[in-house]
């Protein structure tokens, strides 16, 4: 058992089949969950230590995967032409998507920084493997997305670890998985799943980008919360009034 620091776990109490619970400080790991943030334009471009870099990338190899089938990779991207001809195809990608939009939502999404490829010290491509561990991947009979929900695990313990190590990440899905799947050479079945943005960063914000720009506010808990069945709750009906009065609709951008 390992903790946050890629240490072993100190103060951990003995199991019966002699592992470890785990006790670390709990409000340090909320602290890390609420702090986190999606990051743009806060990037320093310094260098991650490569310490530091094993450590995120130990983390995110840790998460659990549907039959223990870990169908990731990790691909790290430092070289600035190739960071430069990814960024480039973004912005087209940026481009496509503004067409979709007019007036005040146009005006909007024209301030909102999507990426921060270049500003970043290095991208991490995590792509999913739909084969690795098949045939008969445990848990995945009925679910085929199980796979795909396996790789986002990975990349949330990434981005928490990096949370923790005082780094930003920023993720970008404005991009076609086959464009990026033939700068990197990754192979046809594997399917990309993120271009993640690393680096040492100079503040967290503490709201979300989306939320500072007006585009989109966070949902209190209690508006995704139902009891027993989907719907009830006592306190639905009257959430269920507040959403449709507060968020109006339109298209959203990740
Ligand atoms: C699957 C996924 C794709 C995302 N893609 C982008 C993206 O292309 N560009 C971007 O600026 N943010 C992207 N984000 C970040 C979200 O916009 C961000 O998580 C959300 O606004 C909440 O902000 P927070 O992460 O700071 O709490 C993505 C997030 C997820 C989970």
Redesign the pocket.
């Known amino acids: 058992m390992r903790d946050s620091l890629g240490g072993p776990v100190r103060g951990g109490r003995s199991c019966g089949d002699g592992g470890k619970t785990v006790r670390v400080d709990a409000g340090g790991f909320y602290q890390v969950v609420h702090h986190?943030?999606?990051?743009?334009g806060q990037f320093t471009g310094a260098a991650v230590p490569p310490d530091v870099l094993r450590r995120i990338l130990d983390a995110a190899h840790a998460a659990p995967s549907v039959g223990l089938s870990q169908p990731w990779d990790f691909v790290l991207v430092r070289d600035v032409s190739t960071r430069s001809v990814f960024r480039e195809h973004?912005q087209r990608e940026r481009a496509i998507f503004a067409q979709q939009l007019t007036g005040h939502r146009a005006t909007i999404f024209s301030k909102?920084?999507?990426?921060g490829v270049l500003e970043s010290s290095l991208g991490i491509v995590v792509t999913y493997d739909p084969e690795r561990g098949s045939p008969a991947v445990l848990g995945r009979h009925a679910i085929a997305d199980a796979g795909l929900y396996s790789v986002?695990l990975a990349i949330e313990n990434l981005w928490l670890a990096a949370t923790a190590e005082g780094l930003g990440v920023?993720?970008?899905?404005?991009y076609r998985e086959e464009f990026l799947r033939k700068l990197l050479e990754i192979p046809p079945r594997l399917r990309p799943v993120?271009w993640l943005c690393l680096g040492p960063i100079r503040n967290l914000?503490t709201a979300?980008?989306?939320?500072r720009h007006g585009w989109?506010h966070?949902v209190p808990l209690e508006e995704v919360l139902h009891e027993e069945r989907f719907g009830q709750g006592p306190e639905r009906h009257h959430v269920d009034a507040d959403r449709s009065r507060k968020h109006g609709s339109g298209p959203s951008?990740?």
């Open positions: 986190r943030r999606d990051v743009r973004v909102i920084k999507v990426e986002c920023g993720w970008v899905s404005f993120a914000p979300p980008d989306l939320e989109r966070r951008v990740p």
